[in-house]
């Protein structure tokens, strides 16, 4: 397939900004899907790493959106020429806290595009810079990946990328069995209609996949929690997540990780089923 991305580049640097308010109701939904033993954040308390995903969602009207139940016009990208999209990773940088009473505003920018050829045939992949600002100043910095891909045919299944071998001497590690009701709570919580998440023919017989997609956030939400229980007390200022394949509600998946050797950071997985990685991520302490 020939693609040409120059009409897409002319479109880079695009931006909108949303507004929202942090209230106290999805964070419980939060601590209630992923079996969290925390409180609730109060008023003027800040809110754990990842949680203000529940915030500054896209309200695109139904007319708006393609046939995977995503938007096809009024984000800050423009249409692509590739019709499935998949999470392909995040970077943070956390500069100060989300409290829960505040008043968001976020920018966001359409950063980058690029043409790719993988295992699973041609790709576009595009980032969009997210600024989340409080009324203390700039909170969060976040760089979104997205992977455009080719439709799969009637009948085909989802090309498999190259997977390797997850470590194995790592002293946390936990396993997680996302079932469709968390996958459903989870797409409620962030306002995500993305149909892989939650219809399974859908998913099977258009996408090709064997079962239900967990959502990349989801699992990013994970490695979140698996690093600020086995670091408790310590503040995360960076976390960067790159996907590598995808996972699927038919089996548990695992998340790992360790420190670094200097002790000012970490690195994290998330494993298949098969003990290869899906997802790797990097993190700094403040």
Known sequence: MTI???????????????EDTVTEAPLKGMIATFDRDEKVPGPGEPIAP?????????????????????????????????PRRMYAGSTFTFEGDIRVGDKLRRETEFSDVQLRGGGTGTLIVTSQTRRIFTPRGLAVVEVA???????????EKSGVPV??????????????????VMLFRYSALTFNPHRIHYDRTYCIES????????HGPFAQQCLFDLLRDSQPGRKIKTFAVRARAPLFDIAPFDVIGRPTADGKGAELWTVTPQGTIAAQATATFA
Request: glycine share 10%.
């Open 4 to 18: 040409d991305i120059e009409p897409l580049k002319k479109q880079l640097g695009r931006k909108i900004e949303d």
């Open 50 to 82: 990842g949680w203000h995903l529940c915030y500054l969602h896209s309200y695109a009207r139904r007319k708006s959106l393609g046939d995977d139940g995503l938007p096809v016009e009024g984000g800050v990208l423009p249409p692509m020429p590739l």
């Open 145 to 155: 990946s997205t992977v455009f891909r080719e439709e799969v045919k009637p009948g």
């Open 163 to 180: 997977r390797d071998a997850a470590p194995t001497d790592v002293p946390w590690r936990r396993t997680i069995k996302a079932d469709p």
């Open 207 to 214: 996408e090709g996949y064997p079962g239900l997609v967990v």
